[in-house]
């Protein structure tokens, strides 16, 4: 290794050993066509807690990129740019460089590189020939959350509750499942009111919908205990703002999403209302949730009242809900056919799902960008059905994108 390059990837390994340190924080991981050879490495640059990732991609086809001094140096230069306080770098290959849906088609295994076929994208579970050494991960943002405890004096009484969370935050930040499932129970032994201990033990252990839907009611009321009643009416409206009801938030959202998929979906509404009114600016996400469950009900006149909070909203599940419901009230007309075409120009990918044209893939993406081909699989996995039981929309849909 060239001492230019020693310089700068030790730069980047001893900024990721020291774990989270704040934001900015960048995650870097490695691509190839095989799990040796590395020919591409993405960078994603995260300013705060509710922001989108800025992403950087470098690509070095004749040399491994991890023993590329140029690329290295470059990333080194990107991080100092963005005063980057922490920085999560898995040096194994995580997966195929191509790109599903450009690259190659989607729902089909990258033809450039067969080893990959049949695996997850990116690879961060593989089975580990050592059971008890943890598989790279992707930080949790949720074990994040320690670093922003640490500017503020904690306002919980609770000794015992405060030293569960502390250790919930370490079940987050921990790589081994089990051991986080053990953390997990250790925190609830300390304290029976940590919310983020029945999220953890739903999310990992729980054996059935059911088994989940359980252990999230359990959250739910940990967390109500934990806050009591006056904060509910105190702090309603930027509720996620106070680090402290985070695991409540949380255990209601686990909740509401599997009472949906339980198909109780007029309970899943109420859950959905109620977190939206606690935190209106809704770094959750519940908005989307609600949306699907109002249009799978029936209830038009709720959606407009919720997309009309919301005006500005630039993502598919926004726009693409908005054209819909547009079309269910007024049918083919000049206002559902303009907001459709803005939808599409936000995200061309959507249309081609919904209506087969491109096949599902096999895993959905935990993540997306506005406008990627991940939205867009998200959406239609969402949304697909929604689309199907509104008469004539799938048509009107193909008539407006015909030829394109």
């Known amino acids: 290794m060239s001492l230019k390059l020693n310089f700068f990837k030790t730069a980047l390994r001893k900024k990721a050993e020291k774990g989270f340190q704040g934001f900015p924080s960048a995650t870097i991981i490695f691509y190839g066509p095989d799990d040796r050879r590395a020919t591409k490495v993405a960078v994603g640059i995260q300013a705060n807690d509710d922001s989108d990732s800025e992403m950087r991609r470098w690509h070095s086809p004749e040399i ?38 450009i690259d190659y088609p989607s729902g089909e295994s990258c033809p450039h590189c067969p080893f990959w076929a049949g695996r997850p994208r990116p690879i961060l ?38 030293q569960a969370q502390e250790i919930m935050w370490d079940a987050w930040d921990e790589q081994n499942p089990r051991r986080r499932i053990e953390l997990a129970r250790k925190a609830l032994k300390i304290s029976a009111d940590c919310a983020d201990g029945f999220v953890l033990l739903a999310e990992e252990s729980a054996s059935s919908l059911e088994e989940s839907i359980e252990l999230f009611e ?70 989307e949730m609600l949306a699907v469950c109002l249009l799978a009900t029936g209830r038009d006149a709720e959606l407009a009242e919720l997309l009309e909070r919301y005006p500005n909203d630039v993502i598919a599940m926004g726009m693409y809900t908005e054209a819909l419901l547009a079309f269910r009230i007024l049918g083919e007309s000049p206002d559902a056919s303009s907001k459709l075409a803005k939808a599409i120009k936000q995200n061309p990918n959507v249309p081609g799902y919904l209506l087969g044209r491109k096949r599902m893939p096999r895993r959905l993406p935990g993540h997306y960008a506005i406008g990627s081909v991940d939205e867009a699989v998200n959406y239609a996995e969402l949304h697909g059905q929604n689309w199907k039981k509104s008469k004539g929309a799938l048509e009107w849909l193909d008539r407006e994108t015909r030829g394109t």
């Open 64 to 101: 491994d990129v991890r023993r590329n001094a140029a690329v290295m140096e470059e990333i080194v230069k990107l991080v100092r740019q963005r005063q980057v306080k922490s920085i999560a770098m898995p040096e194994q290959i995580l997966g195929c460089p191509h790109e599903e849906g």
């Open 125 to 162: 579970d593989e089975p580990d020939d050592d059971p008890q050494e943890p598989t790279p991960r992707i930080p949790d943002r949720r074990a994040m959350e320690r670093h922003l405890a640490s500017f503020k004096s904690s306002s919980c009484e609770d000794k015992a509750l405060e």
């Open 218 to 287: 359990k959250g739910v009321r940990a967390g109500e205990r934990a806050l009591g009643e006056k904060k509910f009416t105190d702090d309603e409206g930027h509720f996620w703002g106070i680090l402290e009801t985070r695991p409540y938030m949380r255990a209601r959202a686990g909740l509401a999403n599997c009472l949906r998929e339980a198909g109780k979906v007029d309970e899943a509404i109420g859950h959905y209302k109620e977190l939206l009114r606690l935190n209106p600016n809704d770094n959750q996400g519940n908005r």
